[in-house]
């Protein structure tokens, strides 16, 4: 049932400046529902109709859509693709390559300092796991940057706007030191599992893609639309030299893509509260980013003589502030209230409900996904003192004290609020407070019945997993993909990699790992990916609705 909502120009304001630990308890009923309800609509009439209120119109949500229905449903182009059915032969040749991919430590340690030996190495590696890739008239390949990786696979309908698909050869350091089960470049089976860096960012996705590819081919698969796939190489800082190199081959070329997949989202299941089965989220944006400095500087003096308040001391206290007043609530400004609308029909009441009606229960909900760190980037522009200095012996006053602050940025927010915001909240003129670095969060794509990309994401997740609801959801994380956004409109995070509880915290963690089955299945998703795209238009949309 659709709904109508005129919001006040202060609502937002309002919500962000509550105090984060007011307490609110779930409902447990719907009872508890409908007073919440009431009382806000209560509110609502009770505030004057003047210059920065809006009067309130709104519907109560008492149908939820399953958003997967329509899809299934609609009638879609026949390409005649081909199945994919992996013998015992092809399964173990497929991990023994994606076991080797680990195996080598493509490692990027910094802006400076990146594994050119073991780039270069992976180069041969790839050129002999799929050498029908390499030497298909079908397929151009060319090295970008010395060690990034551009394929080019005609279509046999030029007409047909090409798409891209995106991965990263380079990973992030680790160390059996930490605490692993097994060597981190070991790629060591362990009931079933693949322990290694990488085994879910990215190399999962990077042999994936080239493994379907490899196997369409012998299977004599001919696009009809073409495509490209791209493999950076150093993605782990920032793209400079990989990603943003392919870019400007491609702008050379006069290239714009109907879409781009990359990495990013994946298949939660059991992460998300409340939720009943497993949840695909497919990244419509990226939050932005920013690190600012704070300093403060003081004239130096003895240990014995101390002024009332030190440089760290102030700078301490300029620290605590931040943490103590996070960033405004935004929850359902941006794409996150998307996804959890997309999921409501598989949460129980009341959450069904809630979920149904985020204009009226986002502020309720909010509340609730703040309280912890995962669902808390969900809400808000997160803030994170990742970096203090100060001090050079043991009896003098430092007369310098830095601190760094890294900000994953709502995209409800820009790069110039958020610095205000830290400079309003720090409130000390003597702490002074630089941008070091910083970008606006990235565009928000399309995910409506329209968005070829999209709906063909989504439908080959169906395909793949039925018992699945695929949602739109927004990366906290940033991609080589974000320096695509000037060759085409509709960019994508998503990889088919499962994600159960306690999986979240491998990615850049310890024990990074893949199960055998799934990397199995991202091969088969990427197979059914590509012949997906082959149609030449979607099918006329279809929708489906429940009760709540």
């Avoid at 890294?406 to 720090?426: G, P």
């Amino acid at each position: 049932m659709p709904y109508l909502v005129q919001r006040g120009t202060q609502e937002r304001e309002k919500e962000g400046s509550e105090n984060k630990n007011s307490p609110i308890q779930q409902p447990e009923c719907i009872t508890h529902v409908k007073m919440l309800l009431q009382q806000h609509i209560s509110q609502c009439q009770q505030q004057p109709k003047c210059g920065s209120h809006l009067e309130v119109k709104a519907a109560i949500r008492t149908l939820s859509l399953d958003v997967n229905a329509g899809l299934q449903l609609a009638h879609w182009e026949k390409t005649n693709n081909k199945s994919l059915d992996i013998d015992h032969h092809q399964r173990e040749e497929l991990l023994a390559n994606f076991k080797e991919a680990i195996r080598i430590p493509t490692v990027s340690f910094s802006e400076t300092e990146i594994n050119t030996t073991a780039l270069l190495e992976f180069d041969r590696f790839l050129r002999k796991a799929f050498p029908t890739v390499f030497s298909s008239s079908l397929v151009h390949h060319e090295l970008v940057a010395n060690y990034s990786h551009l394929f080019w696979v005609k279509g046999s309908q030029p007409e047909l706007v090409p798409y891209m698909l995106l991965a990263h050869i380079d990973v992030v350091p680790a160390s059996e030191s930490h605490g692993w089960e097994a060597p981190p470049f070991s790629a060591k089976e362990i009931d079933g599992f693949i322990y290694g860096r990488g085994t879910i960012d990215d190399k999962n996705s990077v042999m994936g893609i080239l493994q379907a590819l490899e196997y369409l081919l012998l299977k004599g698969y001919a696009p009809r639309r073409g495509f490209y796939i791209g493999l950076g190489h150093d993605e782990e800082i920032h793209g400079l030299n990989g990603a943003m190199n392919i870019v400007r081959v491609l702008k050379q070329r006069g290239v714009q893509l109907l879409f781009v997949m990359d990495e990013g989202l994946a298949i939660l299941d059991g992460i998300i509260p409340g939720l009943e089965g497993p949840a695909a989220l497919i990244g419509l944006s990226e939050k932005g980013q920013a690190v600012i400095k704070l300093s403060v500087s003081v004239a130096p003096g003895h240990s014995s003589m101390p002024p009332r308040e030190t440089s760290i001391g102030i700078l301490a206290t300029a620290v605590k502030r931040l943490e103590d007043n996070p960033m405004p609530r935004l929850f359902s400004y941006g794409p996150e209230g998307d996804t959890f609308e997309h999921l409501a029909h598989k949460f129980s009441l009341p959450l069904k409900f809630i979920m149904s009606n985020l204009w009226l229960f986002s502020p309720l909900v909010s509340r609730i996904l703040e309280r912890k760190p995962v669902s808390n980037a969900f809400v808000r522009t997160t803030t994170a003192v990742t970096f203090f200095n100060a001090g050079v012996k043991i009896n003098v006053i430092p007369s310098l004290a830095e601190a760094y602050v890294n900000l994953r940025i709502h995209s409800a927010q820009s790069v110039q609020e958020v610095l205000d915001i830290i400079k309003d909240t720090v409130g000390d003129q003597r702490v002074k407070v630089e941008l070091v670095y910083g970008f606006d969060p990235l565009p928000i794509s399309g995910a409506d019945d329209k968005a070829f990309g999209f709906q063909i994401i989504k439908k080959t997740v169906l395909d793949l997993f039925p018992t699945v609801t695929v949602a739109p959801g927004i990366c906290n994380g940033n991609t080589d993909s974000r320096h695509f956004v000037d060759l085409t409109k509709n960019i994508y995070r998503f990889a088919p990699a499962w994600f159960k509880p306690g999986d979240p915290e491998r990615f850049h963690g310890i024990n990074e790992r893949i199960s055998t089955k799934n990397y199995e299945e991202m091969v088969v998703f990427y197979f059914n990916l590509i012949q997906n795209c082959d149609i030449r238009k979607l099918p006329e949309p279809h929708s489906s609705v429940h009760e709540l």
